[in-house]
């Protein structure tokens, strides 16, 4: 009794039984066809959504306010420096792979260092500085697609066994970063500044040091995200991270992260991710148009929302 | 005496009027042809809906919350404006009438659940996003007769948008900063605790302020409509970065129900002209966003300064 009592009270349960009850709904809409190859299109698409989440998550368990609004600019940047580099060509992988991730170094510590310098929030420092990304990726993109690398766009839609490797790869990441959130001085150093940073300062945790480490890894990640997901798609597009903008956000908090700070979870943001792609797969078999499918994502969402704040009131 | 003229709160008072002036000079240097009644109609024709989108936007910063939702909003009221109001005008006039209620719904909404307003906003984005792909699904529409002939209303001496803006300021300026009524609004954002203890409903604040904020988005796309002629559902979407950028550089802060109309309307404004003196630069259209961006930091670094002159005192 007690131990599913401890079930139900875990934050990410609602994510999984909502992803759950989504791809059910699907499968019976369609009678048990295809569910499979939805489930692999929902892990592929849904690791891209859990690599930026897992930055945006440390970012929002720092406190009220913390929030990196500069992933979508990051990832396009990230993405479009990367395949102009590589140029296609198979041995530029690794350059293509440092490149992008030094890009989102850059980025979370040009964030950083706004946030810090100027003294202002972090919404408003990481959407200004968006700005200039997002123009320097126009800049250095000119319009051109640049297809990646055949081995790279490979590897992101390949399969063992019907599970795609992407998804293998980022659920490792995710069971890592669990491990950092959770049993390092770091990952609890970023939620007990959520708690309350002045008493964390108090308790001696570097406070700044640790908001600076958050920030650039939340960009890093980005980064890599932005990487695989131009490989992926066959190219960087400018709008590519146009949704990554709420969905990084509503990730985390469908997946039973507070978004006031201080309490977080990766199991939920894998719910999550898998929930949002198949919520959407949902509305398009039930023949829902773009308009229809725009505002149930929405609604779904502040609903999950309204409900999640309205559990974590009555504990 | 020294201190008086140079005291560090005069100069962020200053500060968004100065950035202002210095924009329009430099832009007159560059292309003097501007200077002249028609000149400076083109030029700020588009900082209107610009500044109606920013004093909506600063109703919501003025309760401690952010509206990432605005662009979409004004998109759907463009929509809406360019068929329903145009068509059947009764219909247009009850939709928009709702949007207003549904606004302040949020706003009441966002406060009785203790809801983050980044995240219900966001949510809120898709929704008018698709109404109005619902409403509008190709571009197209037609701007009803008497909002084009306002918007392109040929006023003696100074043009249209000067007056728009001015009065605009003017207006909100007085009834916000200047009214009983206003100082209990700003006071949710400043001390809400100490309001409701005193006996005003914070939800009756919140909700007035977020229909304010929807009756300012309201206006903002009927006049858009009104200069464009014809509406689309992504019309609007860069007035959400567009409306918080020109609060702030107004000199609005993001807490404590710290923010001015007048300094809101002068940021619109400010940010609309950028685009222009960038082009009049000749600089790389790519450039253009990541220059408003620019000018945003560049005005928080100097406010910073100032604030630091003001600690040395």
Redesign the interface.
């Known amino acids: 009794m007690s131990g599913l009592g401890k079930i139900l009270r875990q934050p990410w349960l609602w994510a999984w039984l909502g992803a759950l009850a989504v791809w059910l709904a699907t499968a019976v809409f369609t009678g048990g066809k295809g569910s499979a190859e939805v489930l692999s299109a929902a892990l592929t698409f849904g690791a891209f959504y859990v690599i930026v989440a897992l930055g945006q998550m440390f970012v929002i368990t720092l406190g009220p306010?913390n929030?990196d609004l500069s992933i979508p600019a990051c990832m396009t940047l990230a993405g479009t420096v990367a395949m102009k580099a590589m140029d296609g060509a198979a041995g530029a992988i690794p350059l293509g792979l440092a490149l992008a991730l030094a890009v989102g170094l850059f980025v979370g510590t040009a964030n950083y260092a706004?946030i810090r310098?100027?003294?202002?929030?972090p919404?408003?420092a990481t959407?200004?500085?968006?700005?200039?990304?997002?123009?320097?990726a126009?800049?250095w993109n000119r319009g051109l697609r640049i297809k990646p690398p055949v081995a790279l766009g490979d590897f992101t839609t390949a399969r063992i066994a019907g599970v795609p490797v992407i998804a293998l790869v980022v659920i490792a990441m995710a069971v890592v970063m669990h491990v950092v959130l959770t049993r390092t001085v770091y990952g609890q150093s970023v939620t007990a500044i959520g708690q309350n940073r002045r008493a964390a300062h108090l308790a001696g945790i570097a406070v700044e040091r640790t908001r600076a480490a958050t920030y650039i890894m939340c960009a890093t990640l980005a980064g890599l995200c932005g990487y695989l997901l131009a490989a992926f798609s066959g190219g960087a597009a400018l709008n590519m991270g146009q949704e990554f903008?709420?969905s990084s956000?509503?990730v985390v908090?469908i997946g039973g992260t507070s978004?006031?700070g201080g309490f977080a979870n990766v199991p939920g943001l894998w719910g999550a991710a898998l929930f949002l792609f198949l919520l959407v797969t949902m509305l398009n078999t039930f023949g829902a148009?773009?308009?229809?499918?725009?505002?149930?994502?929405?609604?779904i969402?502040?609903g999950v929302?309204?409900a999640a704040?309205?559990g974590r009131?009555r504990t | 005496m020294k201190g008086a003229l140079f005291s560090p709160r005069l100069l962020r008072g200053l500060l968004p009027p100065l950035s202002l002036a210095a924009l329009l000079i430099a832009i007159f240097w560059l292309q003097p042809r501007t200077m002249s009644y028609f000149g400076l109609n083109l030029l700020l024709n588009l900082a209107v809906p610009i500044a109606l989108a920013t004093i909506a936007q600063m109703f919501i910063l003025c309760v401690n919350e952010?509206d990432l939702s605005i662009g979409a909003f004004v998109s759907l009221v463009a929509c809406i404006t360019a068929t329903w109001l145009h068509d059947t005008p009764l219909l247009g006039v009850l939709a928009l009438a709702g949007l207003v209620v549904a606004y302040g719904a949020i706003g009441a909404?966002i406060h009785v659940?203790?809801?983050?307003s980044?995240?219900?906003t966001?949510?809120?984005?898709?929704?008018?996003?698709?109404?109005?792909?619902?409403v509008l699904?190709t571009p197209g529409g037609s701007a009803p007769a008497y909002i084009r002939a306002l918007m392109t209303l040929k006023t003696p001496l100074v043009p249209f948008p000067i007056i728009a803006s001015i009065a605009l300021a003017g207006i909100v300026h007085v009834a916000l900063m200047r009214s009983a009524w206003g100082a209990i609004l700003r006071g949710a954002g400043g001390n809400a605790e100490a309001l409701a203890r005193a006996g005003w409903s914070i939800l009756r604040i919140k909700f007035t302020m977020f229909a304010l904020a929807g009756f300012f988005g309201v206006l903002s796309g009927m006049a858009l409509v009104g200069l464009t002629t014809s509406a689309d559902a992504n019309i609007a979407l860069r007035y959400t970065?567009l409306s918080?950028?020109g609060v702030?550089l107004g000199g609005g802060e993001?807490v404590g129900g710290r923010v001015s109309p007048i300094g809101a309307v002068i940021g619109a404004v400010t940010l609309a002209l950028a685009a222009s003196f960038l082009s009049f630069l000749r600089l790389?259209p790519?450039?253009?966003?990541?220059?408003?961006?620019?000018i945003?930091?560049i005005v928080?670094?100097l406010r910073?300064l100032i604030s630091q002159i003001e600690r040395h005192r």
């Open positions: 306010g929030v706004l310098l100027l003294s202002i929030p919404i408003i959407l200004s500085s968006s700005f200039i990304f997002q123009s320097a126009i800049w903008l709420l956000i509503a908090v978004v006031a148009g773009a308009g229809v499918r725009l505002v149930l994502t929405g609604l969402i502040i929302i309204v704040s309205g009131r | 952010l909404l659940r203790q809801l983050p980044i995240v219900v966001l949510g809120l984005s898709f929704v008018w996003l698709g109404l109005a792909v619902l699904p970065l918080i950028a702030i993001f790389n790519d450039w253009q966003i990541g220059a408003q961006g620019a945003l930091i928080l670094a910073v």
